[in-house]
């Protein structure tokens, strides 16, 4: 089993719609979370970290289920801007590396 | 702040050729990662530094690979020698303490 897992997608879904994105990760020791993101032929940036209560930057919402070991991210009113890759990252452990799911593509169309 | 400085930006080579990447972190972080990242298996850690000193190399493929970091302000990867299967995009990315990693702009590399 991958140690961070995302459906890959693609989502392609029209402007002004709400998408969500989930990730699972394996080790429960896992302490700290985040969505990057990475547009095509571009280093991956960070969209925002992942708190346990949940947390909110505008259109975008971050869930941590800790019990069941999945991150969400929820997109509202989707730009075509938001087109990218969506990578889901953990922190595994008390060691500093990161490790980064497969990503989930999402192309929003006009 | 320039951010993670990578160079160069694309290098072509061939097989058999030794490849030499490098990385300027951001002045003040005490971590640096070298990532690698290919269609097939998306990004993948290949070792990181924390204070100059590495700390995991356990990603390194095989010893083909070298990295160094002599100084807080520079690193290189090191590929000797060069194989096809070694094109990928090579990333190198810096952080202090726990915050979040910032990413270089890559170096895409290919080998003939």
């Known amino acids: 089993r991958k140690e961070v897992e995302q459906d890959p997608g693609p989502f392609n879904v029209p402007e002004g719609a709400t998408v969500a994105f989930n990730c699972t990760y394996s080790?429960?020791?896992?302490?700290?979370f985040f969505w990057y993101r990475q547009d095509c032929r571009k280093e991956p940036k960070l969209l925002m970290s992942?708190?346990?209560s949940g947390n909110e930057d505008g259109r975008f919402t971050a869930q941590l289920n800790r019990a069941s070991q999945y991150i969400s991210l929820l997109i509202r009113d989707s730009k075509l801007s938001d087109s990218a890759t969506y990578l889901c990252?953990?922190?595994?452990?008390?060691?500093?590396?990161?490790?980064f799911g497969s990503g989930t593509q999402l192309t929003v169309l006009p | 702040d320039a951010g993670v400085i990578q160079s160069p930006r694309h290098e072509v080579t061939e097989m058999g050729q030794e490849v030499t990447l490098r990385c300027k972190p951001i002045s003040g972080h005490d971590y640096l990662f070298w990532y690698r990242q290919t269609m097939m298996r998306g990004l993948e850690l290949l070792i990181y530094f924390n204070n100059n000193v590495p700390i995991d190399d356990s990603g390194m493929p095989e010893d083909r690979f070298s990295a160094k970091m002599p100084n807080a302000s520079f690193s290189t990867l090191k590929i000797q020698p060069s194989e096809p299967r070694d094109s990928a995009v090579y990333f190198c990315?810096?952080?202090?303490?726990?915050?979040?990693?910032?990413f270089g702009n890559g170096t895409r590399l290919t080998v003939t």
């Open positions: 080790n429960s020791a896992s302490q700290s």
């Open positions: 990315a810096s952080g202090f303490g726990y915050s979040p990693l910032h």
């Open positions: 992942v708190y346990s």
């Open positions: 990252v953990v922190n595994p452990g008390s060691a500093r590396q990161l490790t």
